[in-house]
């Protein structure tokens, strides 16, 4: 069965309607409590279009969001305060805040709502029902939420960052309401589906990060569908030794090298070419000003840190060479820096990565999380990709071919 679309929503009319609507507001903040910042606005600038068709068509919108961990209680560093007074910013409507979710203060504010108007709810993840692991518990705040919108509300998830979680907000709603599926989760859904389904060749896939285990389903999907697998990051030290090389006081996962090693082994079978570094960029110790060399990727202990050189960055030469497959691609899926981008030193593995992009005739994905925060935080225009997707882990796991519970939640309708 296929989700019902926003557009069928509007054109049964919103005027005068509740619209509960889950974004992924979930972004990084900069500062100390009182006074935090929204460091990075892009998931805030991607929720804006659905909040804003539904407040122009007269819905009163009634916005949920998490952001970060919190253990099921108030806290005030995770307050959504500070994404909403960006999204005020931005907006061209009237957006409001309660200080709770299904409190005193959303259920007050919720009845004043005009026509056109926008409340945005505390983070869910102040209740502990809304990550419960028990079924009644979700479904109970679930009904609380549902209760706000009176007896004509709908529900709309926009929020593919969290389609991954079974929670109250993604998953419960979605039979409490009529649901909708946002035109944010219906693009990325879309854009991954032409990864996944019959994707031009060549076909590259870029991926770094700090832990090959975060990767190893994605591999293992994306072997029999990839031309060419690039691997860089943290991750790479697993895939070096794996081969038998020495990789100094790198990040190592022991634990996966069989692991590896099976998918090296198997690669040609699959008809993909893994692309490892063949230089590294190794550091004497973890920290921004830290000394470091280029050396070969095969015989890193030749630094002068010896086997206490720590691998940070891909180096020049391999650079080099992931650009160039990445120009050659038709299709290319990136997921995951090429070093530690946030210090300056070792930042150029993934400044590269992201530049052979902009420039790649091909379609282009950059997959979310610590990927989108680094072409930002260096300086990339986001429309000079082909999509940057909001959704890290759900667009991992996505890709792992797993069913996503907020997806199969609205496809239930």
């Known amino acids: 069965m296929t989700a019902h679309a926003l557009d069928e929503l509007l054109a049964d009319g919103v005027q005068g309607r509740y619209v509960l609507v889950r974004s992924d507001l979930n972004v990084p903040l900069d500062g100390e409590v009182p006074s935090l910042k929204v460091a990075d ?14 407040a122009e068509a007269g819905a009163r919108v009634l916005v949920m969001a998490h952001l970060g961990r919190p253990k099921g209680a108030p806290e005030e560093r995770y307050s959504l305060r500070p994404a ?3 999204l005020k910013e931005l907006a061209t409507f009237t957006v409001k805040a309660a200080d709770d979710t299904v409190g005193e203060s959303a259920r007050s504010l919720a009845a004043g709502l005009a026509d056109g108007e926008v409340l945005v709810l505390e983070n869910v993840r102040f209740d502990p029902r809304e990550t419960s692991k028990d079924d009644a518990e979700r479904e109970a705040f679930a009904a609380e939420l549902a209760a706000l919108t009176g007896d004509n509300g709908a529900f709309v998830d926009d929020a593919f960052g969290a389609v991954h979680r079974k929670h109250a907000s993604v998953f419960d709603i979605a039979a409490k309401l ?3 599926q946002g035109d944010l989760v219906r693009t990325e859904v879309e854009v991954l589906n032409r990864l996944t389904d019959v994707p031009q060749r060549p076909y590259v896939v870029v991926l770094g990060g700090s832990k090959v285990s975060d ?4 591999i293992e999907n994306l072997m029999g569908k990839a031309d060419f697998i690039l691997v860089g990051g943290g ?8 081969q038998g090389y020495k990789v100094g006081s790198s990040l190592l996962e022991e634990d996966q090298l069989d692991t590896v090693r099976g998918y090296l082994a ?4 699959a008809g993909c070419t893994f692309v490892l570094p063949t230089d590294i960029v190794v550091a004497e110790k973890f920290a921004a000003d830290a000394a470091h060399e280029v050396v070969p990727a095969n015989d890193m202990e030749s630094s002068s840190f010896g086997a206490s050189g720590i691998g940070l960055d891909i180096g020049p030469a391999s650079q080099e060479v992931f650009a160039q497959q990445i120009h050659s691609a038709n299709t290319v899926f990136w997921n995951g820096p090429m ?10 593995g993934t400044r590269a990565v992201a530049k052979a992009l902009t420039g790649s005739e091909g379609f282009t994905v950059v997959g979310g999380g610590d990927s989108a925060a680094a072409v930002r935080a260096l300086g990339f225009d986001d429309d000079a990709f082909g999509h940057i997707s909001t959704g890290g882990g759900a667009s991992l796991e996505y890709l792992e071919g797993k069913a996503l ?8 309708g």
């Open 41 to 54: 606005d892009g998931r805030i600038q991607a929720s804006l279009p659905v909040i804003r068709r539904l």
């Open 84 to 86: 909403y007074q960006r």
């Open 178 to 180: 009529p649901a909708y």
């Open 215 to 218: 990767k190893l389903a994605v």
């Open 235 to 242: 991750m790479v030290f697993t895939f070096l030794a794996a």
């Open 266 to 269: 198997r690669a040609k079978e």
């Open 339 to 348: 070093g530690v981008f946030e210090f300056d030193a070792f930042a150029e």
């Open 405 to 412: 519970p907020g997806l199969t939640a609205l496809d239930r």
